[in-house]
């Protein structure tokens, strides 16, 4: 199977997700953008999306590229955030899309699991510098990107951790 996407808006409980997933025994892969935010952070002139996106997105690139060879090693593996990610920052931003970052975007399961954020869980903070509203419009940004690259979007919706992880099995027809 290829690798499984797990993304959505900021503030959604991916994280969670893919922890418990990684607690039930699966393979899963961190969101490689909000490690690159932090070690960006700690750099004098670090590369932060929102200071210089398109610079931040070929940060992204790499790393979720080699992320995505590491998890086609596994039959199943989850991954927190994947390349069409970069896609849907950058359309949200209304940034031109390279070529290239749509050629990346593809090999992955056809369906995509997104969680939506939730305003209970949502905290606003440095790695995570925008209001609840941007997070919507990012999630939205996100789902016209994933559905223009020929991705099945299937809402995982918002409820316990374990509860989430059967609705994901489930959805995927993966047997325990």
Partial sequence: ????????????????????????????????????????????????????LPGFAELCLGVMSEQKEQARLHPIAFLDRAIPD???????AKLEIDATYREASQGYHSQVLFCRPEASIYIQDEV?????????????????VYEELGYEVVEVP?????????FVKSQLSIKS
Wanted: glycine share 10%.
């Fill in 1 to 52: 199977m290829n690798p499984i996407i797990i993304t959505g808006g900021p503030g959604a409980g991916k994280t969670t997700l893919i922890n418990a997933l990684g607690d039930a025994g699966y393979p899963t892969f961190a969101e490689s953008s909000r490690q690159l935010i932090e070690q960006q952070n700690q750099l004098e002139n670090g590369i932060l999306p929102w200071v210089n």
């Fill in 158 to 166: 918002f409820m316990l951790a374990a509860e989430r992880v059967q």
């Fill in 128 to 144: 995570r510098p925008y209001p609840f509203e941007e997070a919507l419009e990012i999630h939205h940004a996100l789902i016209r």
């Fill in 86 to 92: 970069i896609c849907g920052y950058l359309a949200q």
